[in-house]
Structure formats: C-alpha cells, structure tokens
C-alpha cells in the first residue's frame, strides 16, 4: 500500500516537470518575437528590450529555466510585466472567489448529476431516461457563458431573485455570498452535470445487471438501498474518476464564468492579463491551475480504496 | 418457415397443416433499403445531420441569404431592436446582427473542420508510433500525460497570448490543445490491435514494419477516430468561441460568432439579441455535430453505444 502511495507520488514529478517545461517553452515556440507581441504595436524598441530582460528572453534557454524552475519551487512565479507586482501575490488576492465558485460548482455538479444519472439508470428506455440523456447532450453543447447570459437574464433581470453580477466575499455572510455564486456555479456546472450524469447511468447499467443485485432484490431489500447502497457503491470507481477528469472543464469554464458575472477571480485575471498580454500571469495562472489538477487526480488515485475496498495495491 | 419448425420439433407433417394456421402476429419486416432506411434507424444522424446540412449551407451561401456588408458601420442606426429591416437588429456600431451571424458560420465551422483534421492527423501520427514502438512511447506518453495536465482552454489561452489573433492561429492553438487526447486514443486502439494474432502473422510473414502500421493498424483506428474527430469538432466549435469572447481568438474584425458575442456583451443587460442570436447559431451547430457524434458512435462502436 505504502510503496504504491509513494510509487503514484514520485510519477505526478514527471507529469508536473513536463507541465512546467511546456509552459515554459511556449515563449520560445511561439512564432516571431514574443517580446514584440507583448510589447504590442505602439512600443518603442526600448520598450522591447525592457521586457525582452523582464522575460528573461535575453538570456540561454538552459539558464533561463533553471532560474524559472528555482524561483517556482520558492514560490516566486515571476512578476507581472503591467503592474510590477509579484505574479503570486496577484493570485493570492484573486484566489479566493475561484476557489468558492469551484467548490460551490463541485457540490451542487455532483448532488445533481448523480441522482440523475442514477434514476436514469433505474427507469432506463422510459421517458425520464430519455430526459436526463437528452439534458446530457445539451449540456455538452451549450456553451458556458451562453447558460450564464440565459440564466442571469431569467433569474436577475426578469424575475429579479438574484444578483446579476459580482461576488461578494465568504467573511460578508454565507448568505449574500451563496447568493452571488448560485448562478454561476449552475452555469459553469452545465457541461460537467452532464458529463458526470452520462458515465454515472453507463456504469450503474452495467453494474445493476449483475448478480449479486439480483441477490439484493431476492433478499427483500428496497429499490433505494439497492440503487444507492448496493449499486452506487459499486459504481462509484469511474464516476468519482470522471469527476477528477472532469475538473479541467471547470477551470476552463471558470475563465469565462467569471467574465460573464463580474467575479474577480483567477479566471478575470486572466482575461484582463490576455488583454494587455501580460504573459508572466497568464503562464503563473496556467502553471497553478495544472499543478492543483494534477494534485486533484493524485489524491482521487489515492482514493479508491476508499471506495471500493476491493481494490488492493 | 412452418415446415421447417415442423421438422425441428419431430411433428408429422400432417398435424401442422390439421392446425389452425395461426395469424402472423409480428408482421415481416422489411428494413427499408438505402439512404431513407439509414436515416429511419439513426434518427439521431438523420435530424443533426439535417441541422447541420442547414448550417453548411448557410455558410456557404451566405452572401446570398438576403445579407449586408457584415463589416459595413452605419452609426446612426445602432443598437435597433429587430425588425423587418434587420432581422436580427443591429450592434452599437450599427453593423446588421442578421449578416454577421450568417458570415459568422463560417468562421466557427471552418475552426471546427480545420481543428478536427488537424488534430486528428497529428495525433493519429502520433498515436499509432507511440503504440507501435515501445522505446518511444514511454517518453512520448510522458510528454502528452503533462500536455493533457493542462487544462485545453488556458492552454489555448496561453498559446493566444503569445501569438497575434487570427483565424489560423487559433486553429493551431486549439488542434495543440486538443492532440494529446487523440493520440492516447489511438495509442490504446494499437496497443490492443499490435497483440492480434493476424498483426504477428504479418511480421512473420516478413511484411515491413510501415506496411503493417498503414494496411493492417491504421484501418482498424479510423471508427473511433472518426467519432473522437466530430467531438473534437464540436468542442473546437465551443473553444473558438471562448477564446473570442474573451479577446485572445480570431481579430474583432472578423464576424465569428465569439466575437459578436463579445461585442454584444457590454449592452447584454439592455439589449440581449447581440448575444441572444449568435448564442443559439451556436448552441445549435454544437448539437448538431454532437448529435452526429452520438449516432455515428452507435453505428461504430456497438458496445460503447450501449452504455453512454
């Protein structure tokens, strides 16, 4: 067990070394001069050179990133090419919105999306299954921000229930700050609702044709604890897999989320660092983002014995 | 039909044609032959194939759909709600909304193909050396496990950043986001496929290790590639129009529906159509190609059809 734990470790080190190196080597790769491009067209060559050093451009790619990869590891992500500010400490302002709305999405995706898929699962060929795999297919083909625009439009400006836009932070109440976020966490949580639902009505398919549910059925024990004792536990694997997956959409989508309603986040960051293509952000957010993905899966791996004890390393 | 069961059950002849002759209960079912039997069983593809015929078409004949300049400024007619003179009103500069969203269908279909193609045959290439040689694929494998690590819009974004917008850099930057899950893909697909037991006749029949990979691998990866490529091309259809929305895809100067949309957005609260007709050309054409997707995936892949 311990030898497996330390084995799963050590090889999310290669993982987040390649993840640092491409981050890394995109300002090289990238067709023409990235000093030029961030510079923008009204800059004078000084300025160019300006970041040109600021970037480090000036200097060996080998030396270059051996200084990056020191400074991450102190927790120096570089520093801002617009604000001059620490690349860290603009992401330690702009976390805590992000993180809020990421929970808030997860909580509600999941107490959503696995009754769905379980009843589904249960009532498979009738109309209620036809409803939640139709939802599934929508859900993967409306775009975020196009849930986000509806739901604001329905809910803030023609029903006036909610907020339209903006965030207010968890020290101000749980309530008002619940209040900002109950929108956007259903916009962005769209497309992993359906995600999530989809593989939770695969695998419980697969999993209530087996025997030892028939067994259960024999035995007298009711439809709910054999759907969600009996069943869902045996199921549990892929969906809590998927649901580790499925955190790339997240983010990507937080990006957007945030822009659509005004949450100064991480994913507004970003957007306003794209804007004046401050690349240093960019790659400092793409950088952490990555790693806590990594980490997320790590620790779902880690897991499973949890949820299936069964499963021996 | 009755003599034969006749004889499975060891009656005489003669007491089958004594017995009531039973009434068909299940009428002879003639499946319908060719193109309109095809899409009779696969209404999914029939009905997003049909959406998705609508939107090629659109795209293809749009100046010709009773469209304007999409470009042309008329700053004294902006922000007009829709009407008979334009369909879907106009933007704050006064550009008709109908045209660009018509014009903006190409955009959004040709990053949709041109991502779908690119990252399919890149990942494919990929896919089937990794699978293929075992000295390679440990460390290709590794390379795309850290490229997967990263999150396909913020890499995208990244990308974006650092290259000046237009249409093809955008395509680049999706199609390299979206590589390394079609080349795990395949890779799977030739793992499996390299063990059977028609590949090790090839090798030792002396056929050279290219042929193999190209007449005997290659085929056999092309059905769930081909289902992967209409899923890469919806979601590239969805990523252009992010990227746009939040100002590092395709210049503001071309009329994608990311960019309408992006315009619209600072008037959203008081005039929603901007982002209201964009938004639905979109949602629609996604659906579409995922419905296809779906019923291609059914035709391909029974076994998968059956659980998803």
């Given at each position: ?6 084995r799963r ?6 993982v987040?070394a390649?993840?640092?190196l ?12 990235p ?18 050093a ?11 990133f051996?200084?990056?990869?020191w400074d ?15 690349v860290s ?9 992000t ?7 997860l909580?509600?995706?999941i ?15 009738t109309?209620?299954d036809?409803?939640?795999?139709g ?12 849930v986000?625009?509806?739901l ?5 400006l ?15 109440g749980i ?15 769209g497309?992993?609702i ?5 593989i939770?009505r ?5 999993v209530?044709?087996?025997?030892y ?6 035995k ?12 869902l536990k045996?199921?549990?694997v892929p ?5 580790g ?12 989320t945030?822009?659509v ?13 794209i ?8 790659q ?6 990555s790693?806590v ?6 620790v779902i791996d880690?897991?499973y ?9 | ?7 499975r ?16 209960v ?6 319908r ?37 999409p ?14 003179r334009w ?9 008709d909304?109908?045209?660009r969203?018509?014009?903006g269908?190409?955009v959004s ?12 045959a890149v ?29 396909p ?14 249409v093809?850099?955008?395509i ?12 795990r893909?395949v ?11 028609y590949v090790?006749a ?8 290219g042929r ?8 056999n990866t ?15 259809m969805?990523t252009?129009?992010?990227?746009s ?10 009329p994608s529906?990311g ?13 929603p ?9 979109l ?10 997707g779906?019923g ?8 998968m059809a059956?659980s998803l």
């Amino acid at each position: 067990m311990w030898a497996y734990v330390i084995r799963r470790v050590l090889a999310t080190i290669p993982v987040m070394a390649v993840v640092a190196l491409f981050v890394f080597s995109l300002l090289y790769l990238a067709p023409g001069d990235p000093a030029a491009i961030i510079a923008g067209d009204q800059a004078t060559p000084q300025d160019v050179e300006r970041i040109r050093a600021s970037l480090g451009l000036d200097r060996p790619y080998l030396v270059r990133f051996g200084a990056w990869v020191w400074d991450i590891a102190h927790g120096d992500l570089g520093t801002s090419i617009f604000t001059n500010l620490p690349v860290s400490r603009m992401i330690e302002q702009r976390i805590e919105p992000t993180l809020s709305l990421m929970v808030v999405t997860l909580i509600l995706a999941i107490s959503i999306a696995v009754p769905m898929g379980v009843v589904a699962a249960w009532k498979q060929g009738t109309i209620i299954d036809r409803a939640v795999m139709g939802f599934a297919v929508l859900g993967f083909s409306v775009p975020v921000f196009v849930v986000g625009y509806l739901l604001a439009y329905i809910f803030a400006l023609e029903l006036d229930w909610l907020p339209v836009q903006g965030y207010t932070p968890f020290e101000r109440g749980i309530g008002p700050w619940f209040q900002n976020l109950i929108l956007p966490a259903i916009a962005l949580g769209g497309v992993y609702i359906a995600l999530i639902a989809r593989i939770t009505r695969a695998t419980m398919l697969e999993v209530l044709s087996q025997d030892y549910i028939r067994t259960a059925r024999a035995k007298g024990a009711g439809q709910v604890s054999i759907l969600f004792l009996h069943a869902l536990k045996n199921a549990a694997v892929p969906i809590v897999t998927v649901i580790g997956i499925g955190i790339a959409l997240l983010i990507g989508g937080a990006v957007v989320t945030e822009s659509v309603f005004a949450i100064p986040g991480l994913g507004r960051l970003t957007v306003d660092a794209i804007l004046r293509r401050d690349y240093p952000v960019i790659q400092g957010v793409v950088l952490l983002f990555s790693f806590v993905y990594v980490l997320v899966n790590l620790v779902i791996d880690l897991a499973y014995t949890l949820f299936d004890p069964r499963i021996r390393y | 039909m009755s003599a034969f069961t006749a004889d499975r059950a060891g009656v005489s002849a003669a007491t089958v044609h004594a017995a009531i002759p039973m009434p068909d209960v299940l009428p002879p079912v003639k499946p319908r032959r060719g193109f309109i039997g095809f899409l009779r069983r696969n209404p999914t593809i029939a009905i997003g194939g049909g959406l998705l015929l609508i939107m090629v078409f659109v795209a293809i004949f749009a100046p010709f759909l009773w469209t304007k300049d999409p470009t042309a400024l008329a700053p004294a007619m902006r922000t007009r709600e829709p009407a008979a003179r334009w369909w879907f009103g106009t933007d704050m500069l006064g550009r008709d909304v109908y045209s660009r969203v018509l014009y903006g269908a190409r955009v959004s279909l040709l990053v949709g193909v041109a991502v779908a193609a690119l990252a399919s045959a890149v990942g494919l290439a990929i896919g089937l050396v990794s699978g293929f040689f075992r000295q390679v694929d440990a460390v290709v494998m590794r390379i795309m496990d850290g490229m997967m690590s990263i999150p396909p819009i913020l890499l995208a974004i990244a990308l974006m950043a650092l290259t000046r917008g237009s249409v093809q850099n955008v395509i680049i930057a999706i199609s390299i986001a979206e590589v390394p899950r079609v080349s795990r893909l395949v890779r799977g697909v030739v793992l499996s496929l390299r063990e059977q037991p028609y590949v090790e006749a090839a090798v030792a029949s002396g056929t050279r290790t290219g042929r193999i990979l190209i007449r005997h691998i290659l085929p056999n990866t092309l059905a769930p590639l081909t289902v992967q490529a209409t899923y890469i091309c919806a979601a590239a259809m969805i990523t252009e129009s992010i990227l746009s929305f939040i100002g590092a895809g395709t210049p503001p100067t071309v009329p994608s529906w990311g960019n309408i949309m992006a315009e619209g957005r600072a008037l959203w609260q008081v005039k929603p159509y901007i982002v209201f007709f964009p938004a639905l050309f979109l949602s629609v054409t996604v659906l579409a190609i995922n419905l296809v997707g779906d019923g291609l995936r059914d035709i391909l892949d029974p076994r998968m059809a059956k659980s998803l």
